[in-house]
């Protein structure tokens, strides 16, 4: 029960900005890797790579309605995976899930 608790804890720290993220990194090494922390390490660094990244092509769209969507759909994805690292589940996040996790294979 308390590696679960340490293990949720270390999920959550990382969709806490993407500083939460290396943190959460650092946190899951050898001696206390996890794969659900791993899982959920994946998905938060992925979705923070792909705000900053996607977000620096759509503030270009000079469109408050282009913004305000990728925003609401930032935050709806982030919730999403927050709250199963609250439950402690592994949930892949919609559309993008799939590809973090490809990507971000070797944490």
Not at 70 to 75: A, C
Request: proline residues 1%.
């Amino acid at each position: 029960m308390e590696n679960l608790d340490k293990s949720k804890n270390t999920a959550i720290i990382a969709y806490l900005t993407i500083i939460g993220s290396v943190i959460a990194i650092f946190m899951n090494q050898e001696e206390n890797r996890s794969e659900f922390v791993s899982f959920h390490i994946r998905q938060a660094l992925g979705l923070f790579i792909s705000f900053f990244l996607l977000g620096y092509f759509v503030g270009y769209a000079d469109s408050w309605t282009a913004t305000s969507a990728f925003y609401l759909f930032y935050f709806i994805l982030w919730i999403f995976g927050f709250s199963g690292a609250i439950q402690g589940q592994k949930r892949e996040m919609p559309l993008v899930g799939g590809f973090f996790q490809n990507i971000f294979k070797n944490l």
